[in-house]
């Protein structure tokens, strides 16, 4: 018997796999009924041709006519006997006899597999072909070729084989199991832009909400990839906590300082002079006074701890305030920074002979500003450091508000339709940062004692300066906060010592302004511009206690920042000084080490 068609639904049409309808006569249907199957013979009277989208042939069989009778035919299988199979032309054949046949390659003349069975999809025809597991074609069980002559050239049915010339990469692109990969990425890629409609339906109601639905203007206008940076910039803030941080910040500027007792009042202590170490190093003699507590003392023993590794330096690069991606500003900084580097792991070196001294030195920064800053270390090689001994990471950035707007209706600022203004978060954001790398616990596996964060340093805050550490080697200390005399245009959270007590006390600059100059509480103030040196013990420890650094809000009159405003009806860059900056500090650490772990230096 021989394969010749199955019949579906209604009065017995059927799809044809053989030229066997105009001939009436005896045929048989093989029936599957209950997972046994069964061949009954029928007679055909007749048979017609159906056009349509699924083209087909009606059959009237004899004693079939009702419905009833009919539907005992759906999904059988029409069959005839091999000899009553009509002759075929030059260059068709029959399915059946192709079944099983082996596949070349013509080129290797490499046995790839077996035919197995024969499809159409509608172009051609194709062979399904069981891959043979030895061969180095394709992948998967199966390889499908189609069934065309510039392709298959050669059908040699005595030797029971096939020939393929297929065109490169055929083979391996119609396996299953690359189409399967294909399908699961499809799948993958619509599941991924249902989330996404979702995320951005939710950041929609979210922004209503917290009235900042000005920003979703950008995604209406505009370039494709300009639309789609909004969208991620977007997508990565939270916008509930947000909103949350910017309210706790406003509530805690209005509040008193918070009152700490217990800390020494801050020593006054001397620097050495830049001629001193440029003649100590000179010279490579030390011709200080020996003493251990003294500026010099405390240089030599910090020169003790460089030289021994175990400290490291984070220093943050803050963007520029107009938005310019421009690196000038930075890698004069970074130049100077390295430069000093170098010079003090020299110096640790001429004092200190063993070891090979390297400082790691952590480079935080804005996203926006990570590759420029990786470039330039490349393209100037480093600034004369080990590429081994730098790393630059990410710290998070917060968007900036509008002062200037009515009272509890702060909307965010923008830089243009596609771009937020925002700020980095500070030093407290530094920490936080080292923190999500796992750097605190690696500092501690390596061995590193002491910390030294910068927050955009200033020319009276020197990076890796020993002194501190020696200091904080001395003192025992777990924080030690380099202080500078503040100024009016100081825009960070300080702190001011108290008359007549053996207290401190800290709270935003921005209050001391306020302060009448004959108020006789008020002794000094300071700035922790200088930086801070924390031991990593207490930096771990403050990770792993999950302590959060609060957000504090300032309003930078020094600094003016593009922002994007509407004005007569347009929208145009303006240079604006009412932005709300929400910065984190270190400072606010200081809550959480004892007070005679803390020490507080006021160079002058």
Known sequence: ?????????????????????????????????????????????????????????????????????????????????????????????????????????????????????????????????QRNPASSVGEGPLIWIPFVEAIVPVVDMEQRRVIVDPPEGLLELNTPAKRKEKAEARKEEVKAMRKLQMRKSGLKKSLIKSKQDHLLAGLSVGEQEERDSLLKELLNIDFKALQVSFVKACERSKTNECRLSGFTKIPEIPLVSKQELERWMKEGTYTGDGETNSGKGYWKRGLDVIASNRVAVASLIRPNDDGDQKLDKQKSRLQLLAQHLRTIENLATLEFPGDVCQIPWFICTSSDLIEPIRSLLDEEEFFGLQSTQVCVITVETVPCFDTNTVAGDHQILRMSPWKLLQSVTGDGGVLKALATEGLTSEFAEKGLDYLQVLDDPTSQARIADPFLFGYAEAQASELTIQTVEWQPSM????????????????????????????????????????????????????HDSGFNFELHSTSPSTRTFPVYREKDGKCELVKDSSAMVLESSLLDCIVKCEPRKVSIVKLV
Do not use: H
């Open 1 to 129: 018997m021989e394969f010749v068609g199955s019949c579906s639904f209604g009065p017995l049409p059927i799809s044809l796999k053989n030229d066997l309808r105009r001939q009436p006569g005896k045929r048989w249907m093989k029936i599957s009924e209950r997972g046994e199957e069964t061949i009954e013979c029928v007679d055909l009277v007749s048979g017609r041709n159906r056009a349509g989208k699924l083209p087909c042939w009606l059959l009237t069989l004899k004693n079939v006519d009702s419905v009833e009778k009919a539907s005992k035919y759906i999904g059988a299988t029409m069959l005839v006997k091999r000899d009553e199979r009509p002759a075929l032309e030059e260059g068709e054949f029959y399915i059946p006899d192709l079944i099983g046949m082996d596949v070349f390659v013509q080129s290797s003349m490499e046995n790839i597999g077996t035919i197995a069975d024969m499809c159409n999809f509608g172009a051609s025809d194709l062979l399904r072909v």
């Open 491 to 542: 825009d960070v959270i300080g702190f001011r010592e108290l008359q007549n007590e053996n207290s401190l006390s800290y709270e935003l600059v921005r209050r001391y302004a306020c302060k009448d100059n004959k108020d006789l509480e008020l002794c000094s103030a300071a700035s922790p511009l200088g930086g801070y040196i924390l031991s990593v013990s207490f930096a771990k420890k403050l």
